[in-house]
């Protein structure tokens, strides 16, 4: 067989793939919008903004300092983050599904929060804001890319010298443990159950799959020592259901 005729039908394979994930996730998202932060609340019984809480606190963004929270979502890292920086900073929240963003945009304005600025973009597709950012966080936005790694670095690209990024994500545990099997449970029994009240469980049901492809903590540590950073560490949060990553 010709290696010519091959490497470029795999190539255009792969770009097909990437994009089809890229465009089904924006779907999901923009379809789950108007419940999104309801369902939040009450699939985490309210843990997620304690998680979020605690992501910042160990970020510790200052007064001053510019930040992004990236795959913003409705923007509740966002919000924490402008708190801290305001009013000599800036926050930019961003994110590549228009109708969840609305959401953030018109929770700031419920707030009279003109400080944060709202940005629709691709995360992997960023290619201004090199070395601008002194903090990024990520809450449960890693783990929807196209490719976990060009996030990563992506992340890296975007940080200033010293910067810091924080991320919040699903902890992808051993196949038998405890809390995988606690986790699979609750994800197909309880969550997408109650998704399945506003005709959005095949939305829900994508979260057990995305976790599948995530890579797990020794992996994730891993990438980023290779993308450049110096320092990086994982924490487990709800018995492993849940991680924190720090890189610096
Ligand atoms: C599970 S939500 C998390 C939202 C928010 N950070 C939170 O913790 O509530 C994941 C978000 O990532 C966004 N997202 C997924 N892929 C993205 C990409 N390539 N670029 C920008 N945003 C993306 C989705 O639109 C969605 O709002």
Same mark, same amino acid.
């Given at each position: ?16 793939? &990437? ?11 923009? &379809?789950?919008?108007? +419940? ?12 997620? +903004?304690? #998680?979020?809480? +605690? ?11 510019? #930040? ?29 599904? &228009? ?5 953030? +945009? ?11 600025? #709202? ?6 597709? $960023? ?22 790694? /060009?996030? $990563? ?12 990024? !924080? ?7 051993t ?7 606690? /986790?699979? %449970?609750?994800?197909? %029994? $309880? ?5 399945r ?13 995305? $976790? ?10 891993k990438?980023?020592?290779e993308v !450049?950073? &110096? ?8 018995? !492993? ?8």
């Amino acid at each position: 067989m010709n290696k010519n005729l091959i490497y470029p039908n795999k190539s255009i394979k792969n770009l097909t793939m &990437k994009f089809r994930k890229t465009i089904e996730v924006k779907n999901i998202f923009n &379809k789950i919008s108007y +419940k999104y932060d309801f369902l939040n609340n009450l699939l985490s019984f309210g843990l997620h +903004k304690y #998680w979020k809480r +605690k992501l910042v606190n160990l970020l510790e963004p200052l007064n001053g300092e510019d #930040w992004a929270d990236l795959c913003c979502g409705t923007g509740d890292l966002a919000f924490l983050i402008s708190d801290r920086v305001s009013p000599r900073g800036s926050i930019t929240g961003i994110d590549s599904a &228009k109708d969840i963003l609305n959401i953030a +945009k018109r929770k700031s304005e419920i707030k009279k929060n003109k400080f944060i600025r #709202w940005e629709i973009k691709d995360v992997l597709e $960023i290619n201004d804001y090199s070395k601008n950012f002194d903090g990024i966080c990520m809450s449960y936005g890693l783990r929807n890319l196209n490719n976990v790694e /060009q996030g $990563i670095k992506k992340v890296f690209y975007l940080l200033k010298d010293k910067g810091r990024a !924080g991320f919040l994500d699903f902890n992808h545990s051993t196949k038998n443990s405890l809390s995988n099997i606690f /986790q699979k %449970l609750y994800l197909r %029994l $309880i969550v997408v159950n109650i998704a399945r009240f506003f005709n959005l469980s095949p939305e829900y049901a994508y979260i057990e799959k995305s $976790i599948r492809n995530f890579p797990k903590k020794n992996e994730l540590i891993k990438i980023a020592k290779e993308v !450049g950073f &110096k320092k990086a560490e994982y924490r487990t949060i709800l018995g !492993g259901a849940n991680g924190n990553t720090n890189f610096s």
